[in-house]
């Protein structure tokens, strides 16, 4: 048996771990939160001066089509911010999501080794007869570490194709596709096609 002290160690030992780790992840939200806060303050402050500048050309225009010229002047670069905004925002979620995954990881590993040191003392002392006890406990950590080793890769691709669908987003914002032929001219296939 466990004598009560070392039990009351592990114990604080595992208060201490999960309290660090809930504040590494309360730092982390709250880095990314105040990233957040700073590229909305950013962006509402640059799209203040940029429409009161629009304002005063609007004004200033002398006739409606010099108007829809300045409206219409205005789209690709607004275009081009939102894109840069979305991939702002991509950055500081994957940041977040990169250093939930090392602190995550760190702790995982570190509770399992904890976890193999306490069921080998409770071997080395357990009654006999708790050896088949002993190794489905042994197999329930081990399942728990692949479960989650298994739900980090599945997080990994899920931010992976968050990542590929947005940047194919851009690219065809960017880049659209060229519009389709006019019907009123005829295309004429070519040979071998």
């Known amino acids: 048996m466990i004598p009560i002290q070392q039990q009351m160690s592990a114990a604080r030992i595992q208060c201490d771990a999960q309290l660090a780790w809930a504040q590494d992840w309360m730092q982390t939200a709250l880095d990314s939160m105040e990233r957040l806060a700073r590229l909305n303050l950013?962006?509402?402050?640059?799209?203040?001066?940029?429409?009161?500048?629009?304002?005063?050309?609007?004004l200033a225009a002398g006739s409606a089509q010099e108007a829809m010229s300045l409206m219409r002047a205005q789209t690709g670069p607004n275009i081009g911010k939102a894109i840069a905004y979305g991939n702002h925002l991509v950055n500081i979620a994957g940041d977040a999501h990169a250093a939930f995954t090392r602190s995550t990881e760190a702790r995982i590993a570190e509770a399992g080794r904890r976890a193999g040191e306490l069921l080998d003392q409770a071997s080395s002392s357990a009654p006999p007869g708790s050896a088949p006890f002993l190794a489905l406990v042994k197999v329930a950590v081990g399942n728990a570490s692949s479960g989650y080793e298994r739900l980090n890769r599945s997080s990994r691709q899920a931010v992976e194709t968050l990542e590929s669908n947005v940047n194919a987003t851009v690219n065809q914002i960017v880049h659209p596709a060229s519009p389709p032929e006019s019907p009123d001219r005829p295309t004429t296939p070519t040979v071998g096609s």
Do not use: D, I, L, V
């Not at 962006?43 to 009161?52: F, H, I, L, P």
């Open 42 to 58: 950013a962006a509402a402050r640059a799209s203040m001066q940029e429409s009161a500048a629009a304002a005063h050309q609007m």
